[in-house]
């Protein structure tokens, strides 16, 4: 019902931004709430970022003061700014949307690949 395309990602050196998007098609978006989790070899996966159908959001601290989630809702898109990268931020990030009135409502982007170099 709901597919999520994913861009942004790619190389980025130590101390350097990037931002990635998630859009949304296929049904409401504003009810839904999103989130960001990334994954890098032989680590478990990791919720990084959530914002809430109501616009409120919580981090990880790993990631608290660096990264920022925000989403708009008439481009039926969340983005995920990341400040400050560091090496430990490597890893293949996730888009996830999940209706909260609606349990089997979850869906997952595709992933993209953040590399931060050195």
């Known amino acids: 019902q709901v597919q999520l395309v994913q861009s942004g990602g790619g190389l980025v050196q130590s101390g350097g931004s990037l931002t990635l998007s998630c859009a949304a098609s296929g049904s409401i978006f504003s009810i839904y709430n999103i989130g960001w989790a990334r994954q890098a070899p032989g680590k478990q996966r990791e919720l990084v970022a959530v914002?809430?159908?109501?616009?409120?959001?919580n981090y990880a601290d790993s990631v608290k003061g660096r990264f920022t989630i925000s989403r708009d809702n008439a481009k039926s898109t969340v983005y995920l700014q990341m400040n400050s990268l560091k090496p430990e931020d490597t890893a293949v990030y996730y888009c996830n949307a999940k209706n909260p009135s609606r349990r089997m409502d979850d869906y997952w982007g595709q992933g993209t690949q953040v590399t931060v170099s050195s």
């Open positions: 914002i809430r159908s109501g616009g409120t959001t």
